[in-house]
């Protein structure tokens, strides 16, 4: 087999994926919506189901919903007829899935879960089918082939069930309102985590800080540039920013003067600079000084005075990108 057909084959799966979900996209309609709001009125937590490929799709989306402020967990169909329906509660709603809707080993829990009072939501292929018929709201998973050449295994429906679970965690997320900084609770390890729970205060310099009156002169600031990692900020006596001067600042003020030294700084500093505080996240703070070609930059507190100085390398170091 030639290296083009292997490529092709590959292609050919990923167009027949990429079809499916196409049409779902054109087909979506009120009962997502009914979905959502069916979920995001419950008072319990999200039950998904399912069997083999569906079942392992259905972890997925109870994953994903878990770390979005959805809580939600996975029951097993025949575990669940066997004792762990217990951990079910008429205030939840359940997810359940199946290309046919006539799994045999679901049908029982779509039983019993009825018989709870839990609200079902059928993702199916089949929505005539006895799971979708007997759903409170039936999502169609319905896929014109799989992409497995024999038409048998799991693979373009378990695709489209995955996108459209992947729709409901986020849309609940949007109608909740949930913030990268709930994000960053559910997600306290790892490089996400630290991108996402760093802030400024956290990498920030708090001392000694290149801060000069606006009576000094340029001698002065050189100082503070060469030994302050290339910025002096310019203050009030109450600590309030008037202004910051940067290296660049110098190297331009030194093609205009002869005398740079007895310069005044107020006659040099940049009045209206770009600034972080102290509570904003390291990675918006990275975003702006990337953006704006920026290495350091003044840190407020709430009262905007000054509380530090940020830098680039500090930021990146610390894993805020």
Known sequence: MTADRIVERGRRVLRLEQEAI???VESLGAEFARAVELIKGATGRVIVAGIGKSGLIGRKIAATMTSTGTPAFFLHPTESVHGDLGIVTANDVAILLSKS?????LLPLLEQLTRLGVKC?????????????????TLNGWVREEACPHDLAPTTSTTLALALGDALAVALLEE????????ARFHPGGSLGRKLLLRVRDVMVIEPLPVLPPTATMREAVVQLAERRGICMI???DS???GVITTGDL???MEQE?????VPVERVMTRLPKIVHADELGSAAVHLMETKGIIALPVLDAEERIAGVVHLHDLMRAGAV
């Open 176 to 183: 909740k309102g949930f913030r990268r900084e709930d994000f």
């Open 240 to 242: 309030r920013l008037l």
């Open 101 to 105: 809707g006539e799994t045999v080993e």
């Open 121 to 137: 939501i059928a993702i199916t292929g089949e929505p005539n089918s006895t799971l979708g018929k007997n759903s409170a709201v």
């Open 258 to 262: 002869q005398d740079v030294f007895r």
């Open 235 to 237: 203050a009030a006596a």
């Open 251 to 253: 190297t331009r003020l």
């Open 22 to 24: 196409g049409v779902a």
